[in-house]
């Protein structure tokens, strides 16, 4: 490997321009070489704003993966095309990170995790969420036993009317749903990595398309077009462990009701010993000396999320550093988002057996 890390950007939209492409720019140790998009403008504005003087520009990510200076790749494109560029880049040679959900369905993430162990590419999942400051301090409590064991949690992704208009997001075919693989999805792996828990083993599911249909309909985004409006506007999911313990899922683009605190990537654990809830900020609860306490630890602040998670990916390759999300823990969020949209599609709890 050269002095820097050689990395390319497949995809370079709003994820690639908000989240990978800054915070690799912030890191001494990498260059990016190569961009691509299927509008070429894209690549070439990113290229131009991020890349070396010399980066290539493409609109066919197998040209890309063609260079023989490219380490690694981000995968920031929609969901339906996650799992055939992650799986050709690692083919390739290189390392992949790949952004949230793992894949469009449960087995396009399989094959990705089989390809990633057969090649010995390096591969990750875009879950930044772990790396906030509330989460990060509450896996440490969580691991020194302080909530003893958790055994009913909520992985919460609700908007009251937040449904993006622009994009793909709207396009079943694209996305492979709304905002349970969208924004559900972070809230629900955050809770899996908390409670530690990999082992689901039924899921009971139902996912709805009903506020969707409006016209001209209030939005923090503005009116959506309900002939584009393809996939649920909420979708809600329970989840059995083999341990016993449960999980709730709910999410929601558009839902009447007034969240109160609960909003993206939230969580509510319940343990033995005491309890947790991200919600606005972190917030325990338990019982001490006869008597149920509340406490909101001041916890200092991080740097940004997104950050820490581009700076240790690039450190996991350049020098086998920690690596946070792991792609096994990945493919089992993948498989009980599946498994939701398959309950509520044939209206029967669904049986699933992860083995990672």
Same mark, same amino acid.
């Given at each position: 490997?050269?002095?820097?890390?050689?990395?390319?950007?497949?995809?370079?939209?709003?994820?690639?321009?908000?989240?990978?492409?800054?915070?690799?720019?912030?890191?001494?140790?990498?260059?990016?070489?190569?961009?691509?998009?299927?509008?070429?403008?894209?690549?070439?504005?990113?290229?131009?704003?991020?890349?070396?003087?010399?980066?290539?520009?493409?609109?066919?990510?197998?040209?890309?993966?063609?260079?023989?200076?490219?380490?690694?790749?981000?995968?920031?494109?929609?969901?339906?095309?996650?799992?055939?560029?992650?799986?050709?880049?690692?083919?390739?040679?290189?390392?992949?990170?790949?952004?949230?959900?793992?894949?469009?369905?449960?087995?396009?993430?399989?094959?990705?995790?089989?390809?990633?162990?057969?090649?010995?590419?390096?591969?990750?999942?875009?879950?930044?969420?772990?790396?906030?400051?509330?989460?990060?301090?509450?896996?440490?409590?969580?691991?020194?036993?302080?909530?003893?064991?958790?055994?009913?949690?909520?992985?919460?992704?609700?908007?009251?009317?937040?449904?993006?208009?622009?994009?793909?997001?709207?396009?079943?075919?694209?996305?492979?749903?709304?905002?349970?693989?969208?924004?559900?999805?972070?809230?629900?792996?955050?809770?899996?990595?908390?409670?530690?828990?990999?082992?689901?083993?039924?899921?009971?599911?139902?996912?709805?398309?009903?506020?969707?249909?409006?016209?001209?309909?209030?939005?923090?985004?503005?009116?959506?077009?309900?002939?584009?409006?393809?996939?649920?506007?909420?979708?809600?999911?329970? %989840? &059995?462990? *083999?341990?016993?313990? !449960? $999980? +709730? /899922?709910?999410?929601?683009?558009?839902?009447?009701?007034?969240?109160? #605190?609960?909003?993206?990537?939230?969580?509510?654990?319940?343990?033995?010993?005491?309890?947790?809830?991200?919600?606005?900020?972190?917030?325990?609860?338990?019982?001490?000396?006869?008597?149920?306490?509340?406490?909101?630890?001041?916890?200092?602040?991080?740097?940004?999320?997104?950050?820490?998670?581009?700076?240790?990916?690039?450190?996991?390759?350049?020098?086998?550093?920690?690596?946070? %999300? &792991?792609? *096994?823990?990945?493919? !089992? $969020? +993948? /498989?009980?988002?599946?498994?939701?949209?398959?309950?509520?599609?044939? #209206?029967?709890?669904?049986?699933?057996?992860?083995?990672?």
């Amino acid at each position: 490997m050269a002095d820097k890390l050689r990395v390319g950007i497949i995809g370079v939209g709003g994820i690639a321009n908000g989240k990978h492409m800054p915070n690799y720019a912030k890191l001494d140790n990498v260059e990016m070489v190569a961009f691509c998009d299927l509008i070429e403008e894209r690549a070439a504005e990113g290229a131009k704003r991020y890349g070396t003087p010399d980066a290539k520009v493409f609109t066919d990510y197998r040209r890309l993966l063609e260079m023989k200076d490219v380490d690694a790749v981000s995968v920031c494109t929609t969901n339906d095309a996650h799992a055939e560029i992650s799986i050709a880049a690692m083919e390739a040679g290189k390392h992949v990170l790949c952004e949230k959900p793992m894949a469009k369905d449960a087995e396009g993430a399989r094959k990705m995790l089989e390809t990633a162990r057969r090649t010995g590419m390096k591969l990750s999942i875009g879950y930044q969420n772990r790396f906030r400051p509330e989460t990060q301090y509450l896996k440490k409590l969580i691991e020194n036993g302080e909530l003893g064991e958790i055994y009913y949690a909520r992985a919460i992704a609700l908007r009251r009317r937040g449904v993006p208009t622009w994009g793909q997001f709207l396009s079943m075919e694209k996305q492979g749903g709304g905002p349970l693989i969208d924004i559900a999805t972070h809230a629900l792996d955050m809770t899996l990595w908390l409670m530690d828990n990999y082992k689901p083993v039924s899921v009971t599911g139902a996912a709805f398309h009903k506020l969707g249909k409006m016209k001209n309909a209030a939005n923090i985004w503005g009116p959506w077009d309900p002939d584009k409006f393809e996939v649920e506007d909420s979708a809600f999911g329970f %989840v &059995k462990f *083999e341990n016993g313990a !449960v $999980v +709730s /899922v709910e999410s929601s683009w558009a839902l009447n009701m007034v969240t109160k #605190g609960e909003s993206d990537n939230s969580c509510i654990l319940c343990g033995t010993k005491a309890g947790a809830e991200i919600l606005e900020g972190l917030t325990l609860n338990g019982e001490k000396f006869g008597e149920l306490y509340t406490w909101q630890p001041s916890l200092k602040r991080l740097p940004d999320r997104s950050y820490l998670e581009i700076k240790e990916w690039v450190d996991h390759i350049t020098n086998d550093g920690p690596l946070t %999300v &792991k792609p *096994e823990q990945a493919y !089992v $969020v +993948s /498989v009980i988002l599946d498994a939701i949209y398959q309950s509520s599609r044939t #209206g029967k709890e669904v049986y699933v057996n992860v083995d990672i």
